[in-house]
Structures are given as C-alpha cells and as structure tokens.
C-alpha cells in the first residue's frame, strides 16, 4: 500500500502582517477542503507553544498541511501553482519515508518547484 503524499505549504510573504498570512492560509484551506482529490487539510499545530498559552492546540503562523494520494497530486500541484504564483511560499513534501523541502519567491520559481517536488514524489 502507498503511503499518502503530505505537503506543508508555508505563506512566508515577510510584507505581509501576521493577519493577512492567516487570511491566506484560511483561504487557501478552504479551497483545498472543496477539492475531492485532497484527502486531508489542516492547520500545522504548533509543538512548543508560548508559556502561558491559553488557547488548546495553538496553531504555527502560516502554515497548512495537505493530504493527497500518489495519484491526485498532479492536480493538487496545478492548484498550488495557479493560486500561489507569484506568492513567496515554502512547500515541503514527504513521501515514502523522504522529505524535501522548496521555496518560491515569485511564479517561475514556484513552476520550478513543483516539477522539483513532482519530479520528487515520482522518485
């Protein structure tokens, strides 16, 4: 059995304010959660929350986590790049025990990323 691909997408636009980040993320999220190929979603629970954090399960700013089969993640990577283009992101993608790890500062770059993870997954 094939193991789920994971990618973590990190919005890490440094001109933007931690409110917006989080506005991409949310938004990014809810797109994804309306995709059938995306098995999972979610928000990256932040391991070593700060002392005296109140809130259960904080969350890492800017983060997600999708879920996708071998098989959708060509779908799931056209997504990436017609949403995220352009937006400066890190992707990180484990499969099969391996991990990888890209940034995008601008379209082209993220183009080249995706081939390097899609190139990766195919590994």
Do not use: C, W
Not at 27 to 52: K, N
Not at 97 to 103: F, H, P, Q
């Amino acid at each position: 059995m094939v193991s789920n691909i994971k990618l973590t997408i990190h919005f890490n636009d440094p001109d933007l304010e931690p409110e917006e980040r989080e506005r991409h993320v949310q938004q990014a999220i809810a797109e994804l959660r309306q995709m059938d190929e995306v098995e999972l979603v979610s928000r990256v629970i932040d391991p070593d929350p700060p002392e005296g954090n109140k809130a259960v399960g904080g969350f890492l700013s800017g983060l997600l986590l999708a879920e996708v089969n071998k098989e959708n993640t060509k779908k799931l990577m056209g997504f990436l790049g017609e949403r995220l283009g352009g937006k400066p992101i890190e992707l990180s993608v484990e499969a099969a025990g391996k991990k990888m790890s890209v940034k995008a500062y601008s379209r082209e770059e993220l183009t080249a990323a995706i081939k390097a993870a899609q190139d990766f997954i195919g590994s």
